[in-house]
Protein backbone atom coordinates (compact mmCIF):
# COMPACT_ATOMS: atom_id res chain seq x y z
CA UNK A 1 0.00 0.00 0.00
CA UNK A 2 3.09 2.28 0.29
CA UNK A 3 3.44 1.87 -3.59
CA UNK A 4 1.92 3.93 -5.19
CA UNK A 5 1.69 4.70 -8.72
CA UNK A 6 2.00 7.91 -9.47
CA UNK A 7 -1.58 10.03 -9.65
CA UNK A 8 -2.77 12.35 -12.18
CA UNK A 9 -0.34 14.84 -10.87
CA UNK A 10 2.31 12.85 -10.98
CA UNK A 11 3.14 12.53 -7.32
CA UNK A 12 3.29 8.96 -5.69
CA UNK A 13 3.17 10.22 -2.07
CA UNK A 14 0.96 8.23 -0.26
CA UNK A 15 -2.97 8.98 -0.41
CA UNK A 16 -4.55 9.75 2.76
CA UNK A 17 -7.87 7.55 3.47
CA UNK A 18 -10.42 7.09 5.75
CA UNK A 19 -8.58 4.52 7.56
CA UNK A 20 -5.02 5.07 7.22
CA UNK A 21 -4.47 6.09 10.64
CA UNK A 22 -5.81 2.82 11.70
CA UNK A 23 -3.13 -0.28 12.49
CA UNK A 24 -2.33 -2.57 9.66
CA UNK A 25 -0.90 -6.14 10.21
CA UNK A 26 1.10 -8.14 8.09
CA UNK A 27 -0.57 -11.15 7.38
CA UNK A 28 2.47 -12.88 6.08
CA UNK A 29 4.01 -12.99 8.63
CA UNK A 30 1.47 -13.95 11.12
CA UNK A 31 0.69 -16.72 8.56
CA UNK A 32 3.65 -18.14 9.15
CA UNK A 33 3.90 -17.71 12.60
CA UNK A 34 1.11 -19.73 13.07
CA UNK A 35 2.35 -22.37 10.66
CA UNK A 36 5.39 -23.33 12.65
CA UNK A 37 3.36 -22.89 16.27
CA UNK A 38 0.95 -25.89 14.87
CA UNK A 39 3.89 -27.78 13.07
CA UNK A 40 5.51 -27.14 16.49
CA UNK A 41 2.63 -28.70 18.24
CA UNK A 42 2.16 -31.67 16.21
CA UNK A 43 5.91 -32.45 16.96
CA UNK A 44 5.17 -32.40 21.04
CA UNK A 45 2.45 -34.29 20.43
CA UNK A 46 3.97 -36.91 18.71
CA UNK A 47 7.22 -36.57 21.32
CA UNK A 48 4.04 -37.16 23.89
CA UNK A 49 2.77 -40.49 21.70
CA UNK A 50 6.42 -42.18 21.46
CA UNK A 51 7.39 -40.82 25.09
CA UNK A 52 4.86 -42.65 26.41
CA UNK A 53 4.24 -46.00 24.36
CA UNK A 54 7.91 -46.34 25.83
CA UNK A 55 6.65 -45.66 29.22
CA UNK A 56 8.32 -42.70 29.68
CA UNK A 57 6.89 -38.72 30.38
CA UNK A 58 8.24 -36.41 27.62
CA UNK A 59 9.66 -33.41 29.32
CA UNK A 60 8.77 -30.45 27.48
CA UNK A 61 12.06 -28.07 26.65
CA UNK A 62 11.48 -25.19 28.55
CA UNK A 63 11.42 -21.95 26.89
CA UNK A 64 14.71 -20.30 28.09
CA UNK A 65 16.51 -23.43 26.91
CA UNK A 66 14.89 -22.88 23.47
CA UNK A 67 15.99 -18.91 23.18
CA UNK A 68 19.34 -20.51 23.76
CA UNK A 69 18.86 -23.18 20.72
CA UNK A 70 18.34 -20.63 18.20
CA UNK A 71 14.50 -21.23 18.48
CA UNK A 72 14.47 -24.75 17.41
CA UNK A 73 12.68 -26.99 18.96
CA UNK A 74 15.04 -29.68 19.90
CA UNK A 75 14.02 -32.26 22.64
CA UNK A 76 16.57 -31.41 25.20
CA UNK A 77 17.75 -33.65 27.60
CA UNK A 78 17.00 -33.16 31.37
CA UNK A 79 20.27 -33.96 33.49
CA UNK A 80 20.04 -35.34 36.96
CA UNK A 81 19.74 -33.62 39.82
CA UNK A 82 22.69 -33.60 42.22
CA UNK A 83 23.20 -31.99 45.46
CA UNK A 84 24.49 -28.68 45.95
CA UNK A 85 28.43 -27.89 45.72
CA UNK A 86 28.38 -24.88 47.56
CA UNK A 87 26.46 -23.13 50.49
CA UNK A 88 24.06 -21.18 49.32
CA UNK A 89 25.07 -17.58 49.25
CA UNK A 90 22.34 -16.07 51.66
CA UNK A 91 24.24 -13.40 54.12
CA UNK A 92 26.29 -11.35 51.96
CA UNK A 93 23.37 -8.98 51.08
CA UNK A 94 23.02 -8.36 54.33
CA UNK A 95 23.68 -4.71 55.81
CA UNK A 96 24.21 -3.43 52.11
CA UNK A 97 21.43 -0.99 50.32
CA UNK A 98 20.55 -1.58 47.18
CA UNK A 99 18.42 0.63 44.28
CA UNK A 100 15.87 -1.22 42.95
CA UNK A 101 13.09 0.03 39.98
CA UNK A 102 10.04 0.25 41.99
CA UNK A 103 7.86 -0.89 39.38
CA UNK A 104 9.68 -4.07 38.63
CA UNK A 105 7.89 -6.82 41.08
CA UNK A 106 4.19 -7.81 41.23
CA UNK A 107 4.18 -10.01 44.51
CA UNK A 108 6.41 -13.16 43.63
CA UNK A 109 7.54 -12.16 39.95
CA UNK A 110 10.02 -10.11 39.00
CA UNK A 111 13.19 -8.84 40.37
CA UNK A 112 12.34 -6.84 43.83
CA UNK A 113 13.76 -6.77 47.30
CA UNK A 114 14.72 -10.22 48.63
CA UNK A 115 16.12 -13.31 47.13
CA UNK A 116 15.96 -13.95 43.20
CA UNK A 117 15.35 -16.49 41.14
CA UNK A 118 16.64 -15.80 37.35
CA UNK A 119 15.70 -18.62 36.10
CA UNK A 120 11.99 -18.54 37.38
CA UNK A 121 12.21 -14.43 37.68
CA UNK A 122 10.55 -14.87 40.87
CA UNK A 123 11.48 -13.09 44.26
CA UNK A 124 11.63 -14.11 47.93
CA UNK A 125 11.39 -12.36 50.66
CA UNK A 126 13.85 -15.14 53.33
CA UNK A 127 16.13 -17.90 52.31
CA UNK A 128 13.90 -20.62 53.82
CA UNK A 129 11.37 -19.95 50.94
CA UNK A 130 13.86 -19.36 48.30
CA UNK A 131 15.44 -22.47 49.19
CA UNK A 132 12.01 -24.19 48.95
CA UNK A 133 11.66 -22.79 46.03
CA UNK A 134 15.28 -23.61 44.37
CA UNK A 135 14.27 -27.38 45.18
CA UNK A 136 10.45 -27.27 43.88
CA UNK A 137 9.51 -28.93 40.62
CA UNK A 138 8.90 -25.56 39.13
CA UNK A 139 12.23 -24.59 39.41
CA UNK A 140 13.69 -27.85 38.08
CA UNK A 141 12.09 -27.88 35.53
CA UNK A 142 12.70 -24.63 34.37
CA UNK A 143 16.45 -25.12 34.55
CA UNK A 144 16.67 -28.86 32.89
CA UNK A 145 16.80 -31.14 35.98
CA UNK A 146 15.20 -33.97 36.09
CA UNK A 147 14.27 -33.86 39.91
CA UNK A 148 15.95 -37.52 40.20
CA UNK A 149 19.02 -38.26 41.28
CA UNK A 150 21.05 -40.84 39.97
CA UNK A 151 21.89 -43.66 42.69
CA UNK A 152 25.51 -44.77 43.72
CA UNK A 153 26.98 -47.63 43.69
CA UNK A 154 29.97 -48.55 45.83
CA UNK A 155 32.49 -47.86 43.73
CA UNK A 156 31.61 -44.59 43.37
CA UNK A 157 31.09 -43.99 47.22
CA UNK A 158 34.89 -45.22 47.72
CA UNK A 159 35.80 -43.02 44.91
CA UNK A 160 33.80 -40.06 46.75
CA UNK A 161 35.51 -40.88 49.93
CA UNK A 162 39.02 -41.52 48.60
CA UNK A 163 38.59 -37.41 46.76
CA UNK A 164 37.54 -36.15 49.89
CA UNK A 165 40.23 -37.66 52.32
CA UNK A 166 42.75 -36.81 49.52
CA UNK A 167 41.15 -32.77 49.56
CA UNK A 168 40.67 -32.79 53.46
CA UNK A 169 44.73 -33.57 53.54
CA UNK A 170 45.72 -31.38 50.98
CA UNK A 171 43.77 -28.46 53.20
CA UNK A 172 45.62 -29.44 56.05
CA UNK A 173 49.16 -29.45 54.33
CA UNK A 174 48.45 -25.78 53.06
CA UNK A 175 47.75 -24.77 56.40
CA UNK A 176 49.95 -22.19 57.64
CA UNK A 177 51.69 -23.62 61.04
CA UNK A 178 54.57 -21.63 61.40
CA UNK A 179 54.31 -18.62 64.10
CA UNK A 180 56.07 -16.08 62.32
CA UNK A 181 54.15 -16.60 58.80
CA UNK A 182 50.91 -16.49 60.99
CA UNK A 183 51.08 -13.44 62.23
CA UNK A 184 51.95 -12.01 58.66
CA UNK A 185 48.88 -13.34 57.33
CA UNK A 186 46.62 -12.01 60.90
CA UNK A 187 48.36 -8.63 59.84
CA UNK A 188 47.05 -8.81 56.49
CA UNK A 189 43.39 -9.90 56.69
CA UNK A 190 43.82 -6.98 59.57
CA UNK A 191 44.75 -4.55 57.13
CA UNK A 192 42.25 -5.64 54.14
CA UNK A 193 39.00 -5.37 57.04
CA UNK A 194 40.66 -1.92 57.54
CA UNK A 195 40.33 -0.58 54.34
CA UNK A 196 36.59 -2.36 53.63
CA UNK A 197 35.82 -0.53 56.95
CA UNK A 198 36.97 2.61 56.09
CA UNK A 199 35.25 1.97 52.28
CA UNK A 200 32.37 1.45 53.62
CA UNK A 201 32.60 4.58 55.69
CA UNK A 202 32.91 6.71 52.78
CA UNK A 203 30.11 5.52 50.83
CA UNK A 204 27.83 6.18 53.53
CA UNK A 205 28.94 9.65 54.21
CA UNK A 206 28.37 10.63 50.44
CA UNK A 207 25.28 12.08 49.65
CA UNK A 208 22.75 9.44 48.49
CA UNK A 209 20.74 10.80 45.44
CA UNK A 210 17.13 11.46 45.48
CA UNK A 211 14.45 10.21 43.23
CA UNK A 212 12.47 8.29 41.26
CA UNK A 213 13.08 3.90 42.11
CA UNK A 214 15.02 3.94 45.40
CA UNK A 215 13.92 1.45 47.60
CA UNK A 216 15.85 1.25 50.50
CA UNK A 217 15.95 -2.79 51.60
CA UNK A 218 16.00 -3.14 55.29
CA UNK A 219 14.45 -6.35 56.77
CA UNK A 220 13.80 -6.72 60.14
CA UNK A 221 15.80 -9.57 61.21
CA UNK A 222 17.53 -9.13 57.31
CA UNK A 223 15.25 -12.13 56.41
CA UNK A 224 17.79 -14.77 56.27
CA UNK A 225 16.55 -17.84 58.46
CA UNK A 226 18.83 -20.59 59.74
CA UNK B 1 17.77 -45.83 38.62
CA UNK B 2 17.26 -43.45 40.14
CA UNK B 3 15.38 -41.53 43.18
CA UNK B 4 13.88 -38.12 43.91
CA UNK B 5 15.92 -35.81 44.75
CA UNK B 6 13.18 -34.86 47.61
CA UNK B 7 11.69 -36.84 49.73
CA UNK B 8 8.02 -35.75 49.13
CA UNK B 9 7.06 -38.65 47.21
CA UNK B 10 8.84 -41.08 49.60
CA UNK B 11 6.65 -39.34 52.86
CA UNK B 12 3.57 -38.92 50.88
CA UNK B 13 1.98 -42.83 52.08
CA UNK B 14 -0.53 -43.24 49.12
CA UNK B 15 1.75 -44.28 46.89
CA UNK B 16 5.28 -45.51 47.71
CA UNK B 17 6.68 -48.11 46.21
CA UNK B 18 10.38 -47.96 47.21
CA UNK B 19 12.24 -50.57 49.08
CA UNK B 20 10.63 -52.00 52.75
CA UNK B 21 11.55 -52.11 56.30
CA UNK B 22 10.16 -54.25 58.19
CA UNK B 23 7.47 -54.24 56.07
CA UNK B 24 6.63 -50.84 55.82
CA UNK B 25 8.35 -47.45 54.73
CA UNK B 26 11.59 -46.83 55.94
CA UNK B 27 10.44 -42.93 56.84
CA UNK B 28 8.20 -44.02 59.11
CA UNK B 29 11.04 -45.02 61.58
CA UNK B 30 11.14 -42.02 62.60
CA UNK B 31 8.45 -40.75 64.63
CA UNK B 32 5.94 -38.06 62.85
CA UNK B 33 6.94 -34.32 64.84
CA UNK B 34 10.49 -35.60 64.15
CA UNK B 35 9.77 -36.19 60.58
CA UNK B 36 8.00 -33.08 60.19
CA UNK B 37 10.79 -30.77 62.13
CA UNK B 38 13.66 -32.63 60.14
CA UNK B 39 11.76 -31.96 56.88
CA UNK B 40 11.24 -28.04 57.86
CA UNK B 41 14.98 -27.42 58.66
CA UNK B 42 17.10 -25.35 56.91
CA UNK B 43 19.92 -27.85 56.72
CA UNK B 44 17.80 -30.40 54.97
CA UNK B 45 16.44 -28.18 52.15
CA UNK B 46 19.61 -26.99 51.51
CA UNK B 47 22.20 -29.65 52.16
CA UNK B 48 20.22 -32.85 51.63
CA UNK B 49 18.64 -32.34 48.75
CA UNK B 50 19.66 -34.08 45.68
CA UNK B 51 22.08 -36.36 47.82
CA UNK B 52 22.97 -39.61 46.89
CA UNK B 53 24.98 -42.54 48.71
CA UNK B 54 28.35 -40.73 47.53
CA UNK B 55 27.83 -37.18 47.78
CA UNK B 56 26.18 -38.18 51.28
CA UNK B 57 29.90 -38.72 52.20
CA UNK B 58 30.57 -34.65 51.81
CA UNK B 59 27.69 -33.80 54.57
CA UNK B 60 28.64 -37.09 56.81
CA UNK B 61 32.12 -36.07 57.15
CA UNK B 62 31.71 -32.29 57.98
CA UNK B 63 29.79 -33.60 61.08
CA UNK B 64 30.39 -32.76 64.27
CA UNK B 65 28.24 -33.45 67.08
CA UNK B 66 26.00 -36.46 67.26
CA UNK B 67 22.50 -35.98 68.63
CA UNK B 68 18.36 -36.27 67.98
CA UNK B 69 16.25 -32.64 68.18
CA UNK B 70 17.46 -29.85 70.37
CA UNK B 71 16.23 -26.41 71.64
CA UNK B 72 12.73 -25.27 72.24
CA UNK B 73 11.65 -25.65 68.75
CA UNK B 74 13.07 -29.33 68.73
CA UNK B 75 15.07 -28.33 65.98
CA UNK B 76 16.82 -31.81 64.62
CA UNK B 77 20.50 -32.25 64.31
CA UNK B 78 22.56 -32.36 61.26
CA UNK B 79 23.20 -35.96 62.23
CA UNK B 80 19.23 -36.45 62.22
CA UNK B 81 18.73 -35.08 59.13
CA UNK B 82 21.34 -37.36 57.68
CA UNK B 83 20.23 -40.64 58.75
CA UNK B 84 16.93 -39.27 57.93
CA UNK B 85 18.37 -39.32 54.67
CA UNK B 86 20.26 -42.52 54.18
CA UNK B 87 16.81 -43.96 55.46
CA UNK B 88 15.29 -42.30 52.04
CA UNK B 89 18.02 -43.34 50.07
CA UNK B 90 18.23 -46.89 51.44
CA UNK B 91 21.89 -48.28 49.91
CA UNK B 92 23.17 -51.32 49.45
CA UNK B 93 24.38 -52.95 52.83
CA UNK B 94 28.04 -53.23 51.29
CA UNK B 95 28.07 -48.97 51.20
CA UNK B 96 26.71 -49.11 54.85
CA UNK B 97 29.41 -51.47 55.87
CA UNK B 98 31.78 -49.41 54.03
CA UNK B 99 30.58 -46.60 56.29
CA UNK B 100 31.36 -48.47 59.27
CA UNK B 101 34.21 -49.80 58.78
CA UNK B 102 36.37 -46.95 57.81
CA UNK B 103 38.34 -45.72 60.43
CA UNK B 104 38.90 -42.17 59.56
CA UNK B 105 35.70 -40.50 60.39
CA UNK B 106 34.24 -41.34 63.44
CA UNK B 107 30.74 -39.55 63.46
CA UNK B 108 30.28 -41.26 59.86
CA UNK B 109 30.51 -44.13 61.87
CA UNK B 110 28.41 -43.37 64.65
CA UNK B 111 25.88 -42.83 61.66
CA UNK B 112 26.49 -45.71 60.07
CA UNK B 113 25.99 -47.95 62.95
CA UNK B 114 22.26 -45.71 63.72
CA UNK B 115 21.32 -46.46 60.57
CA UNK B 116 22.25 -50.60 61.18
CA UNK B 117 20.48 -50.70 64.17
CA UNK B 118 17.28 -49.00 62.38
CA UNK B 119 16.96 -51.12 59.23
CA UNK B 120 18.31 -54.37 59.56
CA UNK B 121 16.09 -56.71 60.48
CA UNK B 122 17.93 -60.06 61.14
CA UNK B 123 19.21 -59.21 65.19
CA UNK B 124 22.15 -61.57 65.30
CA UNK B 125 23.47 -59.58 62.09
CA UNK B 126 22.97 -56.04 64.09
CA UNK B 127 24.55 -58.03 67.30
CA UNK B 128 27.58 -59.56 65.20
CA UNK B 129 28.10 -56.13 62.79
CA UNK B 130 28.19 -53.55 65.60
CA UNK B 131 29.81 -55.34 68.68
CA UNK B 132 33.00 -54.94 67.24
CA UNK B 133 32.86 -51.02 67.29
CA UNK B 134 32.89 -51.47 71.19
CA UNK B 135 36.09 -51.11 71.37
CA UNK B 136 36.51 -48.21 69.43
CA UNK B 137 36.98 -45.29 72.91
CA UNK B 138 37.30 -42.43 70.65
CA UNK B 139 35.27 -38.88 71.99
CA UNK B 140 31.99 -37.83 70.55
CA UNK B 141 30.49 -34.63 70.92
CA UNK B 142 26.70 -35.43 71.74
CA UNK B 143 23.88 -32.42 71.46
CA UNK B 144 21.60 -32.67 73.94
CA UNK B 145 17.99 -31.11 74.35
CA UNK B 146 19.64 -28.38 76.81
CA UNK B 147 23.15 -28.16 76.09
CA UNK B 148 26.36 -30.33 75.43
CA UNK B 149 27.69 -33.84 76.53
CA UNK B 150 30.28 -35.83 75.70
CA UNK B 151 30.13 -39.64 74.96
CA UNK B 152 32.52 -42.34 73.13
CA UNK B 153 31.77 -44.39 70.11
CA UNK B 154 31.70 -47.59 72.76
CA UNK B 155 29.06 -45.72 74.76
CA UNK B 156 26.87 -44.99 71.83
CA UNK B 157 27.18 -48.39 70.25
CA UNK B 158 26.31 -49.66 73.50
CA UNK B 159 23.62 -47.48 74.05
CA UNK B 160 22.04 -48.70 70.51
CA UNK B 161 22.26 -51.95 72.00
CA UNK B 162 20.30 -51.56 75.03
CA UNK B 163 18.50 -48.58 74.92
CA UNK B 164 15.02 -48.68 73.62
CA UNK B 165 15.31 -44.46 72.54
CA UNK B 166 18.02 -42.96 71.38
CA UNK B 167 18.58 -39.49 69.46
CA UNK B 168 14.87 -38.85 69.31
CA UNK B 169 13.56 -41.84 68.03
CA UNK B 170 12.25 -45.12 69.29
CA UNK B 171 14.72 -48.03 68.12
CA UNK B 172 12.48 -51.11 66.65
CA UNK B 173 12.79 -53.81 68.97
CA UNK B 174 16.14 -56.16 69.19
CA UNK B 175 16.10 -59.48 70.85
CA UNK B 176 18.25 -59.34 74.32
CA UNK B 177 21.71 -61.34 73.68
CA UNK B 178 20.92 -63.85 76.20
CA UNK B 179 17.70 -64.81 74.00
CA UNK B 180 19.82 -65.06 70.69
CA UNK B 181 22.50 -66.84 72.74
CA UNK B 182 19.75 -69.29 73.96
CA UNK B 183 18.51 -70.12 70.89
CA UNK B 184 21.46 -70.33 69.60
CA UNK B 185 22.01 -68.06 66.80
CA UNK B 186 24.87 -66.25 68.38
CA UNK B 187 28.13 -67.24 70.35
CA UNK B 188 27.88 -66.00 73.52
CA UNK B 189 30.04 -62.19 74.00
CA UNK B 190 33.57 -62.46 74.65
CA UNK B 191 34.79 -59.06 75.51
CA UNK B 192 37.54 -57.37 74.40
CA UNK B 193 38.27 -57.22 78.15
CA UNK B 194 38.95 -60.41 78.29
CA UNK B 195 41.57 -61.45 81.38
CA UNK B 196 41.10 -58.20 82.84
CA UNK B 197 37.22 -59.30 83.21
CA UNK B 198 38.14 -62.40 85.04
CA UNK B 199 40.45 -60.79 87.04
CA UNK B 200 37.43 -58.09 88.36
CA UNK B 201 35.88 -61.01 89.03
CA UNK B 202 38.38 -62.93 91.07
CA UNK B 203 37.84 -59.71 93.30
CA UNK B 204 34.32 -59.17 93.46
CA UNK B 205 33.31 -58.53 97.39
CA UNK B 206 36.99 -57.40 98.62
CA UNK B 207 36.98 -53.67 99.72
CA UNK B 208 39.86 -53.39 97.91
CA UNK B 209 38.16 -54.64 95.13
CA UNK B 210 35.88 -51.94 94.93
CA UNK B 211 39.18 -49.21 94.67
CA UNK B 212 39.92 -51.34 91.65
CA UNK B 213 37.30 -51.61 90.08
CA UNK B 214 36.79 -47.70 89.68
CA UNK B 215 40.21 -47.41 88.78
CA UNK B 216 39.37 -50.26 86.14
CA UNK B 217 36.94 -48.08 85.04
CA UNK B 218 38.69 -44.77 84.89
CA UNK B 219 40.95 -46.77 82.66
CA UNK B 220 38.52 -48.26 80.25
CA UNK B 221 35.70 -46.74 78.09
CA UNK B 222 33.86 -49.20 77.37
CA UNK B 223 30.78 -49.87 79.63
CA UNK B 224 28.65 -52.46 79.44
CA UNK B 225 29.05 -55.99 78.10
CA UNK B 226 25.62 -57.29 76.50
CA UNK B 227 22.48 -57.66 78.95
CA UNK B 228 22.48 -60.14 82.33
CA UNK B 229 26.08 -59.94 83.15
CA UNK B 230 26.75 -59.55 86.64
CA UNK B 231 28.03 -55.54 86.48
CA UNK B 232 31.27 -55.82 87.83
CA UNK B 233 31.75 -52.22 87.03
CA UNK B 234 30.01 -49.74 88.92
CA UNK B 235 27.96 -46.73 87.20
CA UNK B 236 28.56 -43.54 88.41
CA UNK B 237 25.83 -40.79 88.59
CA UNK B 238 27.78 -38.77 86.66
CA UNK B 239 27.93 -40.78 83.27
CA UNK B 240 23.94 -41.36 84.09
CA UNK B 241 23.50 -37.81 83.70
CA UNK B 242 25.78 -38.05 80.07
CA UNK B 243 23.25 -40.35 78.69
CA UNK B 244 20.64 -38.32 79.57
CA UNK B 245 18.18 -36.64 76.94
CA UNK B 246 17.50 -37.69 73.63
Redesign the interface.
Known amino acids: MSDRKPDAYGSSAPKTTDTSHRRTWDRTAYAEKAASREAQIKEEGKARYEASLKGQKYHAPHHKSSILNDNEHKFEETH ?5 QA ?2 NVADQVGKTQVIISGAGQGKRGKSAGFYCEVCDLTYKD ?2 QF ?2 HL ?1 SRQH ?1 VASGE ?9 E ?6 AY ?2 AN ?1 KEAKAREVVDLGERIEVAREVEEREREEKRRRRNEKRRKTEGGVGVVEVKVEGDGV ?2 | MAHHADAKRALDERGYTGSLIRGDNPLKLFEKPVRDRIIESYYWKEQCFGLNAATLLDRALELTFIGGTYGVAQRPTPFLCLAFKLLQLTPDKEIILFYLRQEEFKYLRALAAFYIRLAWEKDAEVYETLEPYLADARKLKRRTREGWALTHVDEFVDDLLVKSRICATTLPKLNPRLFLEDEDKLEPRISALGEELEELDGDDGESDGEVEEVEAMAGEHAIGNGHGNSHVVSDDGASDEVMDGD
Open positions: DTSARRLNLVENLSGEVRRAGLEVKARFLVRIC
